[in-house]
């Protein structure tokens, strides 16, 4: 059972939108920036998200991020099938002295 | 451009050890904390454990202190992760994985390897 829950999986059409949550306590996110992955099939996890709510380079502004109190969301517009992955949410965990992931989301592009 | 590759992987008896190799390439080693990360087979992201840039500052996550030990050697821009005791629950593929240059307090991981699989059977 992971510290951070996160919905098993969610799918909307190509080109909609879709959000994936992330819920905490305070002990993690609710004191602590969130960082989002993206595993596609057979991959390296892929960082997406960091300090809530920024891009590294490259990725592109159609993934967004935010927060607010312990949870945190995952964004992502005009969905394409390149997009079907797996999604993970992580951050500190003062309690734990170690860094936590939710148990991740499979995103299917209907 | 930044390169991690893991090695070491393998097929180990219950109550054995492996060690873990990653070499880095393409910035400069010595500047970043570093951590490693495993998935077990159609399973998600568990988090291992994580070192300073300096080899200074470890973290380990529960279910393996005691029993891992993280280091680095920075003159030769290596990572590694020495497994003893190993259970069967430890099989998994272990990613290499560099933290970010954010000042963030999360470590997030920007770069990560290709992961080497560990499977711990009898």
């Known amino acids: 059972q992971s510290v951070l829950t996160q919905p098993p999986s969610v799918s909307a059409a190509p080109g909609q939108k879709v959000t994936i949550s992330c819920s905490g306590s305070?002990?993690?996110?609710?004191?602590?920036?969130v960082s989002w992955y993206q595993q596609l099939p057979g991959t390296a996890p892929k960082l997406l998200i960091y300090?809530?709510?920024k891009r590294p380079s490259g990725i592109p502004d159609r993934f967004s991020g935010s927060k607010s109190g312990t949870s945190a969301t995952l964004g992502i517009t005009g969905l394409q099938t390149g997009d079907e992955a797996d999604y993970y949410c992580?951050?500190?965990?003062?309690?734990?002295?170690?860094?936590?992931f939710g148990g991740g989301t499979k995103l299917t592009v209907l | 451009q930044v390169q991690l590759v893991e090695s070491g992987g393998g097929l180990v008896k219950p109550g054995g050890s492996l060690r873990l190799s990653c070499a880095a390439s393409?910035?400069?080693?010595?500047?970043?904390?570093m951590s490693w990360i495993r998935q077990a087979p159609g399973k998600g992201l568990e988090w291992v454990s994580y070192?300073?840039?300096?080899?200074?500052?470890?973290y380990y996550a529960d279910s393996v202190k005691g029993r891992f030990t993280i280091s680095r050697d920075n003159a030769k821009n290596s990572l590694y992760l020495q497994m003893n005791s190993l259970r069967a629950e430890d099989t998994a593929v272990y990613y290499c994985?560099?933290?970010?240059?954010?000042?963030?307090?999360?470590?997030?991981?920007?770069?990560w390897g290709q992961g080497t699989l560990v499977t711990v059977s009898s």
């Open positions: 994985a560099r933290v970010g240059p954010y000042g963030g307090n999360s470590l997030p991981c920007d770069y």
């Open positions: 393409g910035f400069t080693f010595s500047d970043y904390y």
């Open positions: 070192i300073s840039s300096r080899g200074t500052t470890k």
């Open positions: 305070s002990s993690n996110i609710g004191n602590y920036y």
């Open positions: 300090d809530n709510n």
């Open positions: 992580g951050t500190w965990d003062s309690s734990l002295s170690h860094v936590v």
